[in-house]
């Protein structure tokens, strides 16, 4: 059983991650809505696959080796429809999961900086 919460963490946060860091400094401002859009964008198609080729092309993204594993768990679940779906009907919510993922990396960044 996959859920939206796994979805985020083992799709949406690599996907986040791989963001080339240019393209992040670039539109600081408005990048979690340039995020949003491209993952709702992206996910008109009927496959997993064709999601990962369409969001790559609307935002710089390099997959990187370490999260493969976590994309490719995903894809293996076989539930294109379902998570394709939410990647279109819930992408405010699982955006927002992506981005409090983020904020608790960044304080734990800053907390071990600080000791």
Known sequence: ????????????????????????????????????????????TGSLRTYLANFQARIPCELQAQYMK??????????????????RDETTYMVMLVRLMNQERKESFDESNNN
Do not use: G
Request: a negative charge; hydrophobic letters at 40%; charged letters at 30%.
């Open 70 to 87: 976590n994309i490719k768990s995903v894809i293996d679940k076989h539930c294109d429809t379902e998570i394709l779906d939410w990647l």
């Open 1 to 44: 059983m996959i859920t939206q919460e796994n979805v985020a963490e083992q799709l949406l946060w690599p996907l986040w991650r791989c963001v080339t860091d240019d393209y992040k400094s670039r539109y600081k401002r408005e990048i979690w809505d340039h995020f949003e859009n491209a993952v709702r964008a992206a996910a008109y």
